[in-house]
């Protein structure tokens, strides 16, 4: 059986925020290459103005550019817009909408 090697995260805000000396990003990225895992970092806004079609279709068109298949996970680190966004996003993705 294979497993996946590769996830896309989907983050709020430039770098994320502290803790313990480490912004979340680093954390991640720290997790995924201690298992092997690849990693693709996308960064979005998460403000509520930003919760609109249009950001739906920069993330859509994003993961194809990044050749993300359907069967791939996509880890959504963040609040309220930014999963939903990300979320709707994923869902349509994944049903090769």
């Known amino acids: 059986v294979k497993t996946n090697r590769r996830a896309v995260l989907g983050m709020e805000g430039e770098e994320g925020a502290v803790f313990e000396k480490l912004t979340i990003r680093q954390q991640l990225e ?8 690849e990693i693709e970092v996308l960064v979005r806004s998460g403000n509520e103005v ?3 079609i249009e950001n739906v279709q920069e993330i859509l068109i994003d993961l ?4 993300v298949m ?3 996970p996509v880890l959504i680190v963040g609040g309220g817009v930014i999963a939903d966004i990300a979320g709707f996003a994923c869902a349509l993705f994944h049903r090769n909408t």
Request: no cysteine.
């Open 50 to 52: 930003d919760k609109d």
């Open 64 to 67: 194809k550019k990044l050749g």
């Open 70 to 72: 359907r069967n791939e």
């Open 30 to 37: 720290r997790y995924f290459d201690f298992h092997g895992v």
